[in-house]
């Protein structure tokens, strides 16, 4: 159910900053109703939705707003991630620098997990996979603009 609301400008003159603000307000708002979903739940077995759309956003907010300056995306060598013993899977960890800086000294940690799992310090991986290639990745230099990939690959040793 998502809303077909249009930005509106006020009768008062918005400096062209204010405008820029108020439409960035807008569209985070926009994004953050239709793809955040919270819910709560107590002891007591009682539980609830809280609903965004009363969210009140601000210049001040969005001030607080930073973009990473690098982004991290994994590509896999099959298009299925669905392993069965004897398979394995390429994994490739995309780093990007997104700055106009070169970025020095980064480590990347690599923590695998179970999609569906809750608690995933209980669900050990650890005697169900192994993987050919360090889970931390040291980077010593990122250029701008510039894509670090990376690839080790990841094999199941029990079912399950």
Known sequence: ???????????????????????????????????VHITWSSIDHTHGRIDLQGLSLSHSHLVQLKRDPISVGFNSASSSCILSLGSHETVIPVVTNRTRNTLKNI?????????????????????????????????SELPPDTTYPYTFMVFPVAPG
């Open 1 to 35: 159910q998502e809303t077909k609301k249009q930005f509106v400008r006020p009768k008062k003159k918005m400096s062209e900053s204010e405008e820029i603000s108020a439409r960035l307000i807008q569209a985070y708002k926009k994004f953050l109703t239709k793809n």
């Open 107 to 139: 480590t990347l940690y690599l923590q695998p997990f179970v999609e569906g799992i809750a608690d995933q310090e209980k669900f050990s991986l650890s005697g169900r996979l192994a993987w050919v290639g360090p889970l931390q990745i040291h980077i």
